[in-house]
């Protein structure tokens, strides 16, 4: 809801809150994980024909104190599309002798294909460490491993203090 056509100014407020506050409890795991702090930061582009910012984009704006980096969109993949393409984006990294830590944040993971197309275009294009922060997921309850997914979340307990990066 925080950007459809009636925009939630609430759904906007917690999906900001939510990301500042998973990077204030999280952003050391994510430096250990990728051996350094983000130095620049993406949103997946839009794969529908939206005029503007992503509002995703808008959003976090300079929230988070780093630049960003922008990316084309291959139009041969439609919004409808869940399977991987290495030529789906084109990041234009900056001009910089320094090395480029891209953070990527997505507001809702379904299949990964659209994070994983970005994150592998950005390697390509000479990030030195890429790495992904979603905020929703959607799961399809009908399809089969998805169903022990359900199960185990039946009851769900969310918790911000725990790590996605921690083991279970």
Known sequence: MYKGAARSEQ??????ALLLLFLRDHIACLTARTGAPPTHVIT???TRVRPGVHPLTELVGGQLRLPWITS???PSYGPDDHDFHAD???PALPQTPL???ALIIEDTWTTGARVQ???HALKVAGATS???IVLGRH?????????RLMSAIADPVFDTSRCAAEAD
């Open 130 to 132: 890429v790495a992904a």
């Open 44 to 46: 997946v582009p839009s």
């Open 139 to 147: 799961v399809d309850p009908t399809y089969p491993p998805a169903k």
């Open 99 to 101: 090395p480029v830590h």
């Open 72 to 74: 084309a969109v291959n």
């Open 117 to 119: 197309s970005l994150a």
């Open 88 to 90: 789906w984006f084109t």
């Open 11 to 16: 759904a906007q407020r917690n999906l900001l």
